[in-house]
Structure formats: structure tokens, C-alpha cells
């Protein structure tokens, strides 16, 4: 058993607390790593702020992390004490049916224990105090050792700079292939992105690789701009800047609508929105962003049946195992960008600034 920090989510609604916790060790088909660095996400924060229908306290959140294999369990093959990895909050087992369609990511096999906060086998790893810790997302990287499923881990080049590659555990990787796999952005095409956080950011960066012409970014927060154009957005502006609904603003912008549009908010008037900005006939709409519990989409019929395309997108489209390390070569060769996704680097007992800094917009 392993003693160290973990930053552990007592109940909801409250900020992290930073406590030792105790790590067992990997059981069979299960890897530990000492997590080097991580990230914070707003799905930590969703789950934190008590929203989750999932959601399971006391929990240590945290799914975009990048470290150091400590230990295996007994069958594991996949990776080995000292490789350098990162956690996959979607496996890929490589067995169900799920793993072996070409339309889907979504791999099933330990589904229904992740999202109870468990190991594969229904038990955690983390106690605190006495008390057994739920895992988050199949991950829990805001510890500073973590155990995950053997197929929840993808082995990546050695030289990668973990405080930078972290993020292509969930942010980076969802926003770009959001853009590359499910939208399938052709060269010359018109594109807009609804929400300019690290995920809109990184469609936008997909949309620009794709060859796309114009690339409009929403947001109401106007600080977000510069980056966003550093980034490949063409122009950016603010709902509240008309007076009209911003489909209405972009179908005029765009001589009738958009190719693509994505929503990187969660906000289901917004999706609907971003469906409606779509080209007339061959308009595709992709949700990436989560929306609340319980909340539901609308939009008339009449916008499908006249041709555009509703999709919805989870970690990017890809394949976690077989293209996480792909996507650490692409960025370790320059074709990709990470290093500025980065705002702020901050001590792991800062992880409660962490999240104002993201709650701020900054």
C-alpha cells in the first residue's frame, strides 16, 4: 500500500481537500502510476458542483493526467513498471463490440463499474481516514498515485513533457477530433465554434489543420479572442453584440448558414442554436460540450429534413489506446499543438485556484 496527496471531494459542492490517502496495490488486469501531472476540466467541476446523476462522494476527481507506471497486476502485458503513460477515462479493451465497430470509440467493457465509482472487479483502491474513496471517470488523477484498468492506459513516447501532454487526456484530444473524425471538416469549408475554452480551442485548431476557410469563434467573454485567433480563428464575436439570435447573425454572415458548427458549452440552447447556423442541405452540427442532468434538445423537425445533420461527439471519436500515443507523436513532431493550452502551472496543494482560475475564464 502506497501513502500520498490526493486532493479528495468529501461532498459536493465543497472545495477539494488535500489528505493522505492510502493506494492498494494493482490487482489482476489493473496498472498503478504515479501520476506526474494533471490537469483541471469542467466535467471535474460538473461532478464536483453536485449536478452529476453519476456522481459519487467521497470521490477523488481528475481525468486528464499524465505519469509513470509504479506497479502492474498480475496478466497485465500492455505496459510495464517506469513506462510513461496516460490514464483513458474510454478504454479499449480491443474485445467487445463496441472495440471492434470502425464508427465508434465508445468501448463498453468496465462501463458499468466507472460509472459507479469502482475497479473493474466492483472494489476501490483509495482509502482516507478510515473510509473507502470512489474513483472518477475510471482515472483519479488528482492523486498522487492512481490505479486504473489495464485497458484504461495507453503507453506513450518517453520524452514527452508530462505537464504538457496531460492534456491530451480529455480537453485537446475531444476538440480536435471533434473536428477531424466526427465533423470530417473538408479544405475550404465555413465553420463556427460555439464556446472558446481549451475544447473550442482545440476544434478550432482541427477545423484550421482540415483546411478550413473561415472559422468563426462565440463567445461572451472577449478576453478569449486573441487566443482564439492565434489559434486559426478567422473572427470572433459576442452573441450580445445583436439583437437578433446568433443562427440568425451567422446564416447572414456566412451567405446561409455554416458547413459545421460545434458546441464546446453544454448548454442546450446553444446547441440548438449552432444546428440552426448550418448550411441549408449539408449543414453538420456536432455537441461536444455536456449538458445537465436531465436536460433535453429541441429544435423543428424541418432543419433535418431539409439536410442538416445533428452528431454528437465523446473524446474526440477516438480510439483511446491505438490514438492517444499517435496524437503525443503528432504533437512531439509539431503537427499539433498543446504547450499553449497552458494558462497557469500551479503547485498540486493549489488545486482549489486551479479551479477558480477556470471558473473566472481564465
Known sequence: VIKCKAAVAWEPGKPLSLEEVEVAPPKAHEVRIKIVATAVCHTDAYTLSGADPEGCFP?????????????????V????????????????CGECKFCKNPKTNLCQKIRITQGKGLMPDGTSRFTCKGKQIF???????FSEYTVVADISVAKIDAAAPLDKVCLLGCGISTGYGAAINTAKVEPGSVCAV??????????????????????????????????AKEFGATECFSPQDFKKPVQEVLVEMTDGGVDYSFECIGNVGVMRAALEACHKGWGVSVIVGVAAAGQEI???????????????????????????????TDYMSKK??????????????????????????K
Not at 135 to 141: D, K, L, P, V, Y
Open 135 to 141: 474513483h472518477f471517470m475510471g482515472t483519479s488523477t
Open 59 to 75: 470521490v477523488i476527481l481528475g481525468h486528464e493526467g499524465a505519469g509513470i507506471v509504479e506497479s502492474v497486476g498480475e496478466g
Open 336 to 361: 499539433i499543438k498543446v504547450d499553449e493550452f497552458v494558462t497557469h502551472t500551479l503547485p498540486f496543494d493549489k488545486i482549489n485556484e486551479a479551479f477558480e482560475l477556470m471558473h473566472a475564464g
Open 77 to 92: 502485458t500492455r505496459v510495464e513498471p517506469g513506462d510513461t503513460v496516460i490514464p483513458l477515462y474510454i478504454p479499449q
Open 194 to 227: 460555439f464556446g472558446l475554452g481549451g475544447v473550442g480551442l482545440a476544434v478550432i485548431m482541427g477545423c484550421k489543420i482540415a483546411g478550413a476557410s473561415r472559422i468563426i469563434g462565440i463567445d461572451l467573454n472577449k478576453d478569449k479572442y486573441a487566443k
Open 298 to 328: 429541441s429544435t423543428r423537425p424541418f432543419q433535418l429534413v431539409t439536410g442538416r445533420t445533428w452528431k454528437g461527439t465523446a473524446f474526440g471519436g477516438w480510439k483511446s489506446v491505438d490514438s492517444v500515443p499517435k496524437l503525443v
